[in-house]
């Protein structure tokens, strides 16, 4: 398993701790594999999800670190959103 994947998890679970996620999303990071997301917190895992966010690892590294909005990520490409867009726009606020 990717130490990556795991630290990942870790920051994703601090970024949103409070927020009220209503859903299942993935975060699904190129040739690094995904991180679910769901009322019980973050994990390593690759399951059917309400939104799968899709991206490279660098760009989620730079949304997990705060370097990059997730809006900006989205508009620009570097990030792609299949599935229930609310969800991902209650993610992007609460890791903005």
């Known amino acids: 398993m990717s130490d990556f994947l795991e630290q990942a998890a870790a ?3 601090n970024r949103v701790e409070g927020a ?10 190129t040739d690094v594999g995904a991180i679910m997301l769901d009322s019980n917190g ?13 991206a490279d690892a ?11 909005n997730p809006t900006s990520a989205f508009m620009t ?3 792609s959103v299949d599935g229930d867009m609310g969800l991902a726009m ?3 606020a609460a890791l903005a």
């Open 20 to 29: 009220d996620i209503d859903g299942t999303a993935k975060f699904a990071i």
């Open 58 to 68: 660098d760009t989620f590294r730079s949304i997990f670190e705060g370097e990059l």
């Open 11 to 13: 920051e994703l679970n």
């Open 42 to 54: 973050a994990r390593v895992g690759d399951e059917e999800a309400d939104v799968t966010l899709n």
């Open 77 to 79: 490409g570097k990030l």
């Open 90 to 92: 209650k993610l992007a």
